[in-house]
């Protein structure tokens, strides 16, 4: 079925590979195994952080990479390794992406994707590749940053630990 040959690719592209490739650069990098360290970028989205029915298989591999980044980069592994995690939630951003079909689990819901892409505001490529700028030159180990709407990248981390702990009430 084509819905599952688009499903396992994006989730092949987005969190199969993300993962095993940042792995690949973490252990490369990492001090204590004679490594320099260095810093991972790993790209989330907008759908990271918030629920919508329009591409549950697209937004589950971003909320993945949101995830993993940033569990890989806390502090408790970064004062080790040296090897600095961040995470870019982009919104939409002019690309191809963007301009293709995107094919959703089915019709009602592309048709609906599409009016949302064409009302979300679209920042400019050169717009998301300063806010990513900001967030390698600025940003902590474990942090998130949200580049969307042309505006300047914003540190999202609070938020996103805020969300966390409300997320692990009752749990402990
Ligand atoms: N464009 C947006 O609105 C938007 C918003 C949030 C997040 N993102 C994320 O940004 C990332 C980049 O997306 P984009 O908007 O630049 O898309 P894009 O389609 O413009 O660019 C993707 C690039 O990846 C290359 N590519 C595809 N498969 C590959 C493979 N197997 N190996 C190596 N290269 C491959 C393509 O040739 C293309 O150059 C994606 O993870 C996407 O989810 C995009
Ligand atoms: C208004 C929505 C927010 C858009 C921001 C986002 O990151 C941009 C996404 C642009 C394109 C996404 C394409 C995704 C493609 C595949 O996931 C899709 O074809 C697979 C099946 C549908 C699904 O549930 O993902």
Redesign the pocket.
Known sequence: MIIIRITLGIIF??VT?LITGSLKAYNWMRKDRDGKGGTIIN?????ALYQSPLMPV?SAT?SA?LQFSNCLGKTEIFSRTDVRVIT???????????R?RVECIDKELEEKLLVALQKFP?QSIDS?VQGLLTAFESGTSGSTWLITTNKPAEDITKNVDKAYEILRQGVF
């Not at 790209?43 to 759908?47: H, R, T």
């Not at 939409?92 to 963007?98: A, G, H, K, P, R």
């Open positions: 592209m987005s590979a790209i989330s989205s907008i759908v697209y971003k990479v870019i939630c982009f919104g939409v951003t002019d690309t191809n992406l963007i293709g679209t998301a």
